[in-house]
């Protein structure tokens, strides 16, 4: 059983499209980070949210924590083929002990 | 600084066989953590070790286990191994236990025939 649950599991769109996963939990985390992974490769860190209603930039990604730090979503402004991975969430619970979502798997197409 | 390093990359092993995977945290990082990942079940947490010292341990047989030395190097061992055990291995470090971000390696690819 997932402690998270990301949605969608698979997203294809087409270069230049908007997007936005979401990553869900009846539980409260005392922080959430995102991860994006390439085929063969380990994650790679995004982000860490901590606040509850925090909202994080970079460049064209958006990462929203939820007031009650039991969800986020990540938004992707103008996708490129260079953002096609894996996205994972991960969330830490009051001594850090992480646990992670199933994905969610972004092909971008030129 | 260097990132995470996993050792080897890639290894094939027949089942019955035991594996050892190696992992170098980066430099100043005291935690490391362990995780199994398959296309059926995602990013499973093994085990954490913080100053040598095992500190959290998965939902996963007696079989997988690990150690961490003085150096905050870390290795992981599976006995006895299974077709089932075939997965990508990844290591993560943490500057300490109580710190937000992970930081992981490339993985083992582990491949049991």
């Known amino acids: 059983t997932q402690l998270l649950e990301q949605s969608p599991q698979f997203l294809s769109i087409q270069e230049g499209e908007n997007l936005t996963v979401y990553c869900n939990s009846s539980s409260v985390f005392s922080s959430l980070q995102w991860y994006r992974q390439e085929p063969g490769e380990g994650p790679v860190l995004l982000v860490t949210?901590?606040?509850?209603?925090e909202v994080k930039k970079l460049k064209r990604l958006t990462f929203q924590f939820g007031d009650a730090r039991k969800d986020s979503s990540l938004h992707i402004t103008a996708a490129q083929p260079g953002d096609t991975g894996l996205y994972l969430c991960a969330g830490g619970d009051n001594n850090n002990d992480m646990r992670f979502g199933a994905g969610t798997r972004l092909t971008v197409k030129p | 600084k260097a990132g995470v390093t996993q050792t080897p990359r890639y290894l094939i092993k027949t089942r019955g066989q035991q594996v050892t995977l190696s992992c170098s945290p980066i430099s100043g990082h005291r935690s490391v953590s362990w995780y199994q990942q398959t296309p059926g079940q995602g990013l499973q947490f093994l085990f954490e070790y913080f100053s040598e010292t095992q500190r959290n341990k998965g939902n996963f047989p007696g079989r997988f286990s690990g150690r961490q030395f003085s150096n905050s190097r870390s290795e992981m061992n599976v006995s006895t191994l299974e077709l089932g055990d075939s997965a990508l291995y990844l290591c993560?470090?943490?500057?300490?236990?109580?710190?937000?971000?992970?930081?992981f390696g490339p993985g083992t690819r582990l491949t049991v025939t």
């Open positions: 949210v901590v606040t509850g209603g």
């Open positions: 993560a470090s943490r500057f300490r236990a109580a710190s937000y971000e992970q930081y």
